[in-house]
């Protein structure tokens, strides 16, 4: 499986912006559907973007369309999530994933990073 590291995440007001990085290795990164997810205390896993192999397709959740943007170098092996305009209620440790099933927006992402904590104050 692919190993991912997430990094980025921190304490911003709310309006502000963060960029996480999640920086991928062990495998071909290209052969890998990425997505963010994000989890809240006491809240379910949320699918927050997922992007295509070659980064030619993305996918948003309503909670974050129009807000933030996920976006790949595949050269970098690295896939990113600009967060702008952010809310109190983005508050969440986000999650790296990876997969390789060759689906898109498949519905179990098959490798997962460790999460970076992002908090947004009001």
């Known amino acids: 499986q692919v190993q991912l590291l997430e990094s980025g995440g921190g304490l911003v007001q709310a309006g502000g912006s963060l960029r996480l990085s999640c920086a991928a290795s062990?495998?071909?990164?290209?052969?890998?559907?990425m997505g963010w997810f994000r989890q809240a205390p006491g809240n379910e896993r949320e699918r927050v973007a997922v992007?295509?192999?070659?980064?030619?397709?993305?996918y948003y959740a309503d909670s974050v369309k129009g807000r933030f943007t996920i976006s790949r170098d595949n050269a970098k092996n690295t896939v990113y999530l600009q967060m702008n305009s952010l809310k109190p209620e983005d508050t969440a440790v986000y999650y790296c994933?990876?997969?390789?099933?060759?689906?898109?927006?498949?519905?179990?992402?098959?490798?997962w990073g460790q999460g970076t904590q992002v908090t947004v104050s009001s």
């Open positions: 992007i295509s192999w070659s980064g030619g397709s993305t």
């Open positions: 994933a990876a997969d390789n099933s060759g689906r898109w927006l498949p519905r179990i992402f098959s490798s």
């Open positions: 062990g495998r071909t990164f290209s052969d890998y559907v």
